[in-house]
Structures are given as C-alpha cells and as structure tokens.
C-alpha cells in the first residue's frame, strides 16, 4: 500500500471530514503521524480485501478509542484523477475513497474471510465444500459467507459463539478480514457517515462476545 502524497477530491473531502467529526465527537480520537505511515502501510499489505482495486492509497489514520478498547481507522484511496497526475502536480487528486476499521481481538482466528453471502457462493458450495456454517446460528449462515481452510475450521467453530456470530448478524453488508489476531471491517460502498457510525459501533461491540484462548 502507497503512502504518497495526495489529496482527496474536494466532495469527497467532505464526507471524510464529516466521518471525522463524528468520530470526535464520540470516541477519544488521535491522529497517527505521518512518520508511522510505512510501518501501518505494511502491516496492512497483510490484508487482501483492497487488492481487487486499481491502486491502494494510504490517506489518513486514526486511533479511535471506546475505553477499555482502541481500533484503527483507516481511510484509503483506490484511484486518482489521471489528468492531475499528468500534468504532475504536486498534489494528485486522489478519488474513490474507502473507509475501514481494525482491532486486536486479542486470540488467534487463523485467516477468516466474512462477506455477504451470494447466489454463486450456494452454488459453489454444492460443488466444493468450503464455506463453515453454523447450527447454532442458521441465520447468520444464509445471510453470510464464512470462509476459512480446513485446517483452521476447527478453531473458527470453537472461538464462534452464538454471540459474536448474532454481533455480525446485526448488521448488513460487512465485509470482514480475519489474521491472526486482528480484524478488518469495511463495507463495499465508499466512504460515508453513516457507515461511519454504523462501522464504529460494530468495531467496539465484537471484541467483548468472541471465545478467548485459555491460560
């Protein structure tokens, strides 16, 4: 993921300062400075939920605190304005901007992928199983597609209770990114306050309902 200068479009550049005003006026809100934008650039090369876009733009980051818990916001940017980069400005216009946010759960899920469940997905299963589905909760199951390898299933299954599962449930349209420890959420949409709002209070409420690890 890039961290190059740029600077978003100006209707975009309101939504995200609305998104931030949000954020301030009900979480504990610091910015990252610009020096730690490598490190959490390369740490979010570990996900792969932005890989399918154009480009991947590193904008801002945020820590947003809702004691005892912290999360990072991130705001990223999937394309520019061509003719602003070819007249090499100093400043490209950066353009379709995405919002996501990420939290320690603090216990190991392996890699698990979350993402709303569709028509093809059904079908697929059919052929090859490799979606986990959940009898203590069938609802979530029709509603989202839960992927992880075989090998990891087991994990996923123990750790998964009714709980966090109806957490998820709750909401529409989350696309979540497990690794190890740590979580991503994102909607497909780009970036808006009401997501915003909906994504904050998400993020805070999972943590507290998943399994942890014994000892």
Known sequence: MKVDTGVLIPEYEEIYQQCLDFLSENYDVSRIVRQDFEKISAFLDDFYLFKPYKMNQLIDAYFVKHIPQRALYCVVATDRDEE??????EEVLLTDPYQFFLIDLRTDMGKVLIRPETIGDKIFEVLIEQEVD?????????KYYLYTDSENQPRVRRKMNREFLDVIYRYDDLVIQI???FMMVKRLQRINREDCEELAEFIFSVPRTLKKDEG
């Open 179 to 181: 690794v190890k420890n």
């Open 84 to 89: 602003s980069a070819a007249e090499g400005e």
């Open 134 to 142: 959940f009898d203590i909760h069938p609802e979530f199951s029709r």
